[in-house]
């Protein structure tokens, strides 16, 4: 199918000569010799030209004007406009519009031909990215957010809400694995900054002294090793969104900076002497409870509450155990079309087990399980003997540990009756009591960081000493 190309040009013979070259050079040329006609083409019959060739001046109006409404509407598309009297103001004002190309009549049919083919190409690669948007906007809209329960629906319209309006910054709460991070990526996706990048950043990944290259980028020479300018995350989130994982975990310092950031809407490298101007939305996530930090100078105040103006509390699975009804489906499908599974069918018994846990992972802990019973079902029924629920029984895993403790080692069984998670719990669990529940001296003894331990140690909901 070819592709479309809009002429407007009040000039007949022009129009017409113009309509039958690009026809040749297999386009779908449409002409229309007025604005009010180029409007109702594109506005009521929603004509979709992948490139707008324009007269500048018509006998109804400036064509910048269609274009400027044409971009408040969002709709894509290259525009090159043609003048025989264009001035300096009016080519400056096209290309602030975004309009490809501003040439002088008479123009030269190969020359246009060219510059009509590059606009061509630019269109194209516009459209995929505008396609891609709305599926992931369809994909990411409030109703992402499942269940059928009284908090699921709070939380739903409370993202309706936040989506519809241009936020600073914002705070969500909540247990590790309740969905934060789909909360983020709904609330920029279908608000108003969906057009823009989203960038990701987990917080408690990244020691100190890493974190803050990465967030505020850096000048050559700025430290050992920084070799080249490099643009920090905030600059990369420009137009669009900063998501910060694991806020909880980000240096006092570093917190007085990210406040000036969003305070100040400007940013310095690392080494550098200018500050630049960055427009990127911050949402922040912690499974932390950042009052009580606050209380004991663990975390800015200042900072706190100007993240907490927005403020949404992701409710643990363990409280809307109701939307299992709809959240289990979902992911039997999801993990069908992955692995070729035809699982369709779910024993009462084993609704009976998921109502009657707690589920400490939240759902993450559901999605986790569903897709170990779906790889490993044998048929279309959902297995009941890889649910592996009782493993996070934590007097059960602590006899099994006590029976074959030796010296420096912690004995668990491979016999499929615990999980990977709830092995790794154990040992922490046994390498922080045997340390006194000191995390740095743990990672040492571990051979990790104390950052991905802290982390573990979250994930898990353990207690330390520092």
Known sequence: ????????????????????????????????????????????????????LSDMNLPDGNALDLLENVRNKGLPGEWIFLTAYGGVPESVRALKLGA???????????????????????????????????????????????GH????????????????VRFSALLISGETGTGKGLVARILH?????????????????????????????????????????RRGLIEQAHGGTLFLDELGELELDLQAKLLKVIEDRRVRRVGGERELEVDAQIVAATNQDLETRV???????????????????????????QDLDDLLPVFIDEFNARSGQRVDSVPDA????????????????????????????DGPVFPQRWLHLEDSDTTHASTTVARCDDGDRVCLPLDGSVSFDAMERRI?????????????????????????????VQKYGLKTND
């Not at 407007?8 to 604005?35: K, M, N, P, Q, Y």
């Not at 995929?128 to 992402?144: F, I, K, N």
């Not at 329960?149 to 519809?164: C, F, H, N, Y």
């Not at 922490?428 to 331990?453: F, Y």
């Open 1 to 52: 199918m070819p592709d479309v190309l809009l002429v407007i040009e009040d000039e007949a013979l022009l129009g017409a000569e113009l309509c039958e070259a690009f026809a040749d050079a297999g386009w779908d040329s449409v002409l229309a010799r007025t604005l009010g006609e180029a409007e109702r083409l594109l506005f009521e019959r929603n004509l979709e030209p992948l490139v707008v």
């Open 100 to 146: 490809f190309d501003f040439l002088e009549k008479p123009c030269d049919e190969d020359r246009l031909q060219l510059v009509v083919a590059g606009a061509a190409r630019s269109a194209r690669a516009q459209r995929r990215l505008h396609d891609e948007g709305q599926v992931r906007g369809s994909r990411y809209s409030p109703d992402a957010f499942i």
């Open 149 to 164: 329960s009284k908090v699921a629906q709070e939380v739903r319209d409370m993202l309706a809400r936040l989506t519809r």
């Open 189 to 229: 996706y279908s608000g108003p900054r969906s057009a823009g990048p989203l960038v990701e950043v987990n917080c408690a990944a990244l020691p100190r002294e890493l974190m803050e290259a990465e967030l505020f980028g850096h000048e050559a020479g700025a430290f050992t090793g920084a070799k080249g300018r």
């Open 295 to 321: 209380a004991k100078g663990e975390f800015r105040r200042d900072l706190y509450h100007r993240l907490a103006v927005f403020r949404l509390d992701v409710p643990p699975l363990r409280q809307r155990k």
């Open 350 to 377: 084993v609704w009976q087990r998921l109502a009657a846990y707690d589920w400490p992972g939240n759902v993450r802990e559901l999605r986790n399980l569903v897709e170990r019973c779906v790889l490993l079902a």
């Open 428 to 456: 922490l669990i046994e390498a922080l009591r045997r340390n006194g529940d000191n995390v740095s001296q743990t990672a040492r003894i571990l051979g990790t960081t104390r950052e991905k331990l802290r982390y573990r």
